[in-house]
């Protein structure tokens, strides 16, 4: 059960992904025994939600409510579009990695340090109206809720107005490279 704090209102949205014909058909053979690859742009499916929610969100958070976009997942094996990375990526890009190639080919390439790049849907001017990203997950001891914060937010969302056991709140790291848990209990 949530327990948001006393005079609270959080403004949500939830979209639930369901299996596209190519995951249909995979999950298909991995059900008749085959071993099957499966894979995406990590954070497509969020980038989606939230360019679909963003506008939503952003008219009904007139009195500065804190706004949450909820997704589920409706695969019936772990998915690949919302784990922790693709929420990341949807957020503040994909990883780039800079590569320096030597003008003398004796010498080896430098990697950069991976920063994020390409694809990011929530900077200081876009969707500051979404204060963060819900992600319901399936347990054995039941549904689970990570909340992950968006830093741009307008109206950020205060963990402490939507705690319970099952919820389990993130902020990006300075570096932007992970998710760090949010300790609010």
Known sequence: MLTPR???KIIVEVKQFEPNREERALLARRANGDVVV?????GERVRRAIRSAGPQLKALAVNGE????????????????????????????????????????????VLRPVRPGPR??????AHTSISGIGVISAAPTGATLDVFHNPHATYPLIAEALSAPSVQHWRMSGDQSDWVP???M
Do not use: N, W
């Not at 499966?38 to 990590?42: I, K, L, V």
């Not at 990011?120 to 001017?125: D, F, G, R, S, W």
């Open 6 to 8: 006393l005079g609270t």
């Open 38 to 42: 499966m894979g995406a742009t990590p």
């Open 66 to 109: 804190p706004c949450l976009l909820v997704v589920y997942d409706a695969f019936d094996v772990p998915s690949l579009h919302t784990r922790r990375y693709a929420v990341l990526t949807a957020m503040r890009g994909l990883d780039v990695i800079p590569v320096d190639v030597p003008e003398d080919p004796g010498q080896p390439l």
């Open 120 to 125: 990011k849907k929530m900077t200081p001017a």
């Open 182 to 184: 949010i300790d609010h």
